[in-house]
């Protein structure tokens, strides 16, 4: 397929690494060009505009990280909807608001143009190795044509419906529980550590029982050996999902206690300087709320 990619953070750069592997004629967009020298390298066409990037496509992919980067490239001046021809297709993998996806599917539908929300689960180096999980939703016939760039970059396709909003809704709750049950591991590892006793302990007593899942893996691991720099997904990006589900609940009149916990939690680890790493460094925030060094 001739594919455009916008987009490369960490996440996008694996994503796109394996469009083109797959033997996909691959163009590629970034704000800051020096982001897409290795995609340059392996055999990418780094142009430096959207308009470009739109050029003779059966796709544009975006991912980017909030919904002010998708307005700007997909509804401003010189965006996806002036340069993506008569049927053209956007496929939105990033994290955004059900209201922002509602807004860019009307705009594409006004324009003739074809909208697919897809976002993804997983950690970079799970895109790296394309075992995302993807939830795509929109019209039945654009993903079905875009399943073969969903196989590549995803391990498990989740299909979502033909209305773009519930993909990025399942997204939301998702990262809000994720969110949740880092937050309470950083609960139960200060409980357990004013007791004396060791995190790794009840980490071990938690993924070898009931809890052995990758979330209670990764993340138990991570707060346990005190790995936040070893960034997935940064502190401020948290708050930015946790806002986005107070948002979606607030309009769907959906009560949601639990997220204001983890929204505290996350403010009070960037106002101590932890908002660029990993937004397990809740635990930290935890610990120092229980007087823990």
């Known amino acids: 397929m001739k594919v455009g990619f916008i ?8 994503m796109a690494r394996r469009v083109l592997d797959a033997g996909n004629d691959l163009v590629v967009y970034n704000r800051t060009p020096s982001k897409a020298e290795d995609l340059r390298a392996a055999g990418a066409n780094v142009v430096d505009s959207i308009a470009a990037v739109t050029q003779d496509r059966d796709a544009v992919i975006t991912m980017v990280t909030d919904d002010a980067a998708i307005e700007a490239i997909a509804l401003g001046e010189g965006g996806l909807i002036t340069t993506l021809p008569d049927g053209g297709i956007h496929l939105a993998m990033g994290t955004h608001s059900v209201a922002m996806t509602r807004t860019i599917a009307a705009s594409h539908s006004e324009a003739n143009q074809v909208f697919v929300a897809a976002p993804v689960l997983g950690r970079p180096d799970r895109a790296a190795a394309g075992e995302l999980g993807i939830m795509p939703a929109g019209p039945a016939d654009a993903v079905a044509r875009l399943q073969p760039l969903l196989e590549v970059m995803g391990r498990r396709i989740f299909p979502a419906g033909d209305q773009p909003e519930a993909a990025a809704a ?124």
């Open 7 to 14: 987009g490369m953070g960490r996440m996008g750069q694996g």
């Open 170 to 293: 399942i997204k939301i709750a998702h990262n809000f529980v994720l969110g949740c049950a880092i937050e309470v591991m950083g609960e139960g590892m200060s409980l357990v550590r004013k007791y004396g006793v060791e995190p790794l302990v009840l980490h071990q007593v938690l993924t070898e029982g009931i809890f052995g899942c990758p979330a209670y893996q990764i993340y138990g691991d991570i707060i346990v050996n005190e790995a936040y720099d070893n960034v997935g997904f940064t502190t401020l990006i948290g708050l930015k999902d946790a806002n986005l589900a107070l948002a979606a609940a607030e309009a769907a009149q959906v009560p949601l206690p639990s997220v204001n916990v983890w929204r505290d939690r996350l403010l009070g680890a960037i106002a101590h300087g932890d908002g660029e790493r990993d937004w397990a460094v809740v635990a930290r925030e935890q610990a120092r709320a229980s007087g823990l060094e």
